[in-house]
């Protein structure tokens, strides 16, 4: 697993844009970016990922730079109910392929 | 999408006794399933990884004749906690990826295992 670096925690307005950064300054060029959240005692949620163009989703956006070192994970109009753990994790895919969480980052919405 | 159910959602069981966690993939087959284990305020930690028609793959520091894993068919794996301790108090929690298509894992809702 490609090790990623996130900020501990961040905190966002209600309706306001959420950037959550990721660095994956080891990630190899077989591997993709994915993005889960975890809501407090829930099982964690697929959000999106991304191998080298931006991606987007209904859920959220997804911009990887050209270098793939870092990405930043965008939910456009943050609710309260988005106020989660955001893990980054790099993977190469596929059925047998496990991930490795790391500690990822708290995003308080604020009313 | 595609879902992951995993039953108990939770448990309270004595010390010394067995614990069995269910782990269903509903639409989709899995050949593989993991497990995970969560402490409070802790990241998810991978406990072992169930391949179907053979012997779980554990990781370092998991005690395999503790955490019994089975995986009999492609969208059904059991995660059996034996001779429970109140140190094995957790979150559980399972996950996986369709035999197929999308490269991404679905995640079972978790089960809060509390040994008195």
């Known amino acids: 697993d490609a090790k990623t670096t996130q900020p501990t925690s961040m905190d966002c307005a209600e309706g306001r844009a959420a950037n959550l950064p990721c660095n994956h300054s080891t990630i190899s060029g077989n591997e993709y970016v994915y993005w889960y959240r975890q809501i407090h005692s829930q099982g964690p949620q697929y959000i999106i990922h991304g191998l080298k163009n931006n991606e987007t989703n209904e859920m959220a956006s997804l911009i990887i730079t050209e270098d793939r070192k870092s990405s930043t994970l965008i939910l456009p109009h943050a609710t309260l109910r988005d106020t989660a753990v955001y893990y980054c994790i790099g993977g190469s895919g596929g059925s047998n392929y496990k991930l490795t969480f790391g500690k990822g980052t708290l995003l308080t919405v604020n009313p | ?116």
């Open chain 2, 1 to 116: 999408g595609a879902v992951v159910s995993q039953h108990p959602s939770w448990v309270i069981c004595k010390s010394g006794t067995s614990v069995k966690i269910e782990c269903r993939s509903l639409d989709f087959q899995a050949t593989t399933m993991f497990w995970y284990r969560q402490f409070p305020k802790q990241s998810l930690m991978l406990m072992a990884t169930s391949n179907e028609g053979s012997k779980a793959t554990y990781e370092q520091g998991v005690e395999k004749d503790k955490f019994l894993i089975n995986h009999a068919s492609l969208t059904l794996s059991t995660l059996t906690v034996t001779s429970a301790h109140p140190e094995d108090s957790s979150f559980y929690i399972c996950s996986a990826s369709p035999r197929t298509g999308v490269k991404k894992l679905f995640f079972g809702s978790g089960t809060q295992l509390s040994v008195l």
